[in-house]
């Protein structure tokens, strides 16, 4: 079946530190990979997404690059703000519209 | 502008009352999606709809009952044989195809008192 996994949080960063939050996946065929952001209180947003082999997602400074060969979805952002200070979610879609949620990483970042 | 509406955005309720939680959709989306999220947790499927009068259990179904009598609205009840029922409930949609993601309400947080 379907899995993703993210490294467990909190990650906590100083203001203008590099941001990386690593997801993989294990999926059959050629998923389509989505990175979700939750402010607190709030439903998710979605950050990003790629939907083939080598795609880059990017939106509001963040990045990540759909790897096949490693199975991978690791999002990043060269210089992180307070207000980045979320849940993370990453995700991924197969045969059929359900999407399968890795467990969520909490960065908070402090001034 | 398009989106997912979900009401009340608070809402209490008292042990053995059941109470139901409202999600409206007007983006033409197909399915339709119910997810718990508990305090620091991931999301846990409760219950969707591919289409209109249809529907499945998701992981955590018991306790919660839903209907789809039309395409714009899910509703999820959650009833008394639901035991700890104080979460964070959101409703998401989606179109046909698997690229677009999922697009979600902004929750109801439900508590008993």
């Known amino acids: 079946g379907n899995s993703v996994t993210q490294m467990e949080g909190p990650v906590t960063l100083s203001e203008e530190a590099f941001l990386t939050i690593n997801c993989t996946y294990t999926?059959?065929?050629?998923?389509?990979l989505f990175w979700y952001v939750q402010y607190p209180g709030e439903g998710l947003q979605l950050l990003l997404k790629?939907?083939?082999?080598?795609d880059k997602g990017s939106n509001k400074g963040f990045e990540a690059t759909y790897r096949k060969e490693t199975t991978s979805f690791h999002l990043e952002k060269g210089s992180v703000q307070v207000s980045d200070s979320a849940v993370y979610f990453c995700a991924l879609s197969n045969a059929g519209n359900m999407l399968t949620f890795g467990g969520g990483t909490r960065l908070m970042v402090k001034p | 502008d398009g989106g997912i509406t979900q009401s009340p955005k608070y809402l209490f309720r008292k042990e053995g009352q059941n109470v139901t939680l409202s999600c409206e959709q007007n983006?033409?989306?197909?399915?339709m999606y119910w997810y718990r999220q508990d305090p620091g947790q991931g999301l846990r499927l409760i219950y969707y709809s591919q289409i209109v009068n249809d529907f499945q259990k998701g992981d955590i179904a018991e306790g919660y009952s839903v209907s789809r009598e039309k395409k714009e609205s899910f509703p999820l009840t959650v009833t008394s044989a639901q035991k700890n029922p104080t979460a964070f409930y959101l409703c998401?949609?989606?179109?046909?195809?698997?690229?677009?993601?999922?697009?979600f309400g902004s929750g109801t947080r439900l508590t008993v008192v």
């Open positions: 998401a949609s989606i179109p046909h195809g698997r690229d677009y993601g999922y697009t």
């Open positions: 999926a059959t065929g050629y998923p389509s």
């Open positions: 790629a939907t083939k082999a080598d």
């Open positions: 983006l033409n989306h197909d399915a």
